[in-house]
T-cell receptor, first 115, second 113 residues
Framework: EPEVTQTPSHQVTQMGQEVILRCVPI?????FYWYRQILGQKVEFLVS????????KSEIFDDQFSVERPDGSNFTLKIRSTKLEDSAMYFC?????????????FGSGTRLTVV | RKEVEQDPGPFNVPEGATVAFNCTYS??????FFWYRQDCRKEPKLLMS???SGNEDGRFTAQLNRASQYISLLIRDSKLSDSATYLC??????????????FGQGTILTVHP
């Protein structure tokens, strides 16, 4: 079964450092997303991406965050200057078509720990 | 009112039991509805989409009531492997929000022998 792959699985970084989280969506999918889940809390939407541009972003996705699809297969999330409160599990997701019965496939996540 | 609200749980049931989860959502224009399950510290995995007419997949039955903005999931003949957190998920109303998933807090289910 096709899957969304994310690397690394766990990243520890010092406050103020830049991190890049990487994702390889399912190859024929067209819509890509980043979500995050702080420990013990619900999954929260960060950003959606289609046709090489951001479709929508949440209030969480401020100027410290950026996304890129540099080469047609990878989809990255960059956090420019990490804060302690950025510690969370970050999930990448993709889908062929939005809504309806297609569902959204999530990667196994990157656990980001900011110290 | 929370965008997506679920039964607080946790539910602790014996194998073979039937258990039902409820969910309400606040945006009447929401287009699509799903149940996902999430195992501890893992990614959400699609359990089933929820259709207006209701739908069934093996031991799982989902119902949608758009008028009441209410979604339910029924699990029959619970197995130990059903132990997980069940997430009610709703998409946006349309346009660029169509792909944005809004998650409920989740309901923890533990099935014991």
């Amino acid at each position: 079964e096709p899957e969304v792959t994310q690397t690394p699985s766990h990243q520890v970084t010092q406050m103020g450092q830049e991190v890049i989280l990487r994702c390889v969506p399912i190859s024929n999918h067209l819509y890509f997303y980043w979500y995050r889940q702080i420990l013990g809390q619900k999954v929260e939407f960060l950003v959606s991406f289609y046709n090489n541009e951001i479709s929508e972003k949440s209030e969480i996705f401020d100027d410290q965050f950026s996304v890129e699809r540099p080469d047609g297969s990878n989809f990255t999330l960059k956090i420019r200057s990490t804060k302690l409160e950025d510690s969370a599990m970050y999930f990448c997701a993709s889908t062929l078509r939005e809504g309806g019965r297609y569902g959204y496939t999530f990667g196994s996540g990157t656990r980001l720990t900011v110290v | 009112r929370k965008e997506v609200e679920q039964d607080p749980g946790p539910f602790n049931v014996p194998e073979g039991a039937t258990v039902a989860f409820n969910c309400t959502y606040s945006n009447s224009a929401s287009q699509s509805f799903f149940w996902y399950r999430q195992d501890c510290r893992k990614e959400p995995k699609l359990l089933m989409s929820v259709y207006s007419s209701g739908n069934e997949d093996g031991r799982f039955t989902a119902q949608l009531n758009r008028a009441s903005q209410y979604i339910s999931l029924l699990i029959r003949d619970s197995k130990l492997s059903d132990s997980a957190t069940y997430l009610c998920v709703v998409t946006g109303a349309g346009g660029t929000s169509y792909g944005k998933l809004t998650f409920g807090q989740g309901t923890i289910l533990t099935v014991h022998p």
